[in-house]
């Protein structure tokens, strides 16, 4: 399950425009849970049982245990717009964002998002107070929560994809496919894609950036073969580190 908050309609949304959404503040309820399930994640041949943990959060700590306690690291797994054609579930990745659980969806992040439909129809939710990269068991420390976010329209800035723009200067791309090599391609083809028009650099040359300087990363592995892989490659964009005249 993968609960989402909307449709918000956009007023003046169309095919072929963009959303820019900043998530600008992520307020977690003081308490989550994580869980294993029997016969679930990349560890499925151990887990065959179910055990859910209650786990109660203060201050910005999760407290695991007596003697285990650790910071919580706010993301939304879910932000995507609705998709052309049918309806799609919140449970999937896709071209409309989706579920990504991307951990670069947190306050302070700027999300690009094609618009498919009339009014976009935006939907946020499935918040985790943490996940690690990979979602290995198919469940994140999940907690309900309030998102704030901040929604601009880009009239005619046609993405095919959504991409990231990281509150530390970094740009993001993402894909997402049920064979992890072409998910992890996608990311790749879309970040040498945005350098080429951002930086109006030849194929050539942005492949040789982001060969040098981009970083390859999984988002969420949990079911390989039955479950799209979803994937994020980031770069430092110009103001950071990069001198582009």
């Known amino acids: 399950m993968n609960p989402a908050t909307g449709p918000v309609f956009v007023n003046g949304a169309e095919p072929g425009d963009s959303l820019l959404v900043e998530i600008q503040k992520v307020v977690l309820a ?6 294993v399930k029997a016969g679930v994640g990349l560890l499925a041949h151990r887990a065959d049982k179910y055990v859910t943990k209650i786990i109660p959060i203060q201050n910005g700590i999760a407290h695991f245990s007596d003697r285990i306690q650790f910071p919580v690291r706010p993301m939304v797994g879910v932000i995507g717009t609705a998709p052309s054609g ?35 129809l935006l ?101 390989p073969g039955e479950f799209p892989v979803t994937t994020r490659m980031s770069i430092p964009e110009e103001k950071t580190r990069f001198v582009v005249g």
């Not at 003081?30 to 869980?35: I, N, P, Q, R, S």
């Not at 409309?96 to 998002?113: C, T, W």
């Open 30 to 35: 003081d308490v989550g849970f994580l869980a």
């Open 86 to 120: 049918e309806g799609i579930s919140t449970g999937y990745p896709g071209p409309h964002g989706g579920n990504m659980d991307n951990n670069e969806v947190k306050e302070g992040a700027k999300i690009h998002l094609p618009v498919f439909v009339p009014g976009a």
């Open 123 to 223: 939907g946020i939710g499935d918040v985790h107070a943490s996940m690690g990269d990979g979602e290995i068991s198919m469940v994140g420390f999940e907690a309900c929560a309030e998102v704030t976010v901040k929604i601009d329209l880009l009239k005619g800035e046609t993405i095919t994809r959504p991409w990231i723009e990281t509150a530390d200067g970094r740009w993001v791309t993402t894909g997402d496919n049920l064979d992890p090599e072409q998910a992890m391609r996608i990311a790749c083809e879309e970040m040498v894609h945005l350098l080429m028009k951002r930086w109006d650099l030849s194929f050539e040359e942005a492949y040789m950036l982001a060969t040098a300087y981009a970083d390859l990363a999984i988002c969420q592995v949990c079911q």
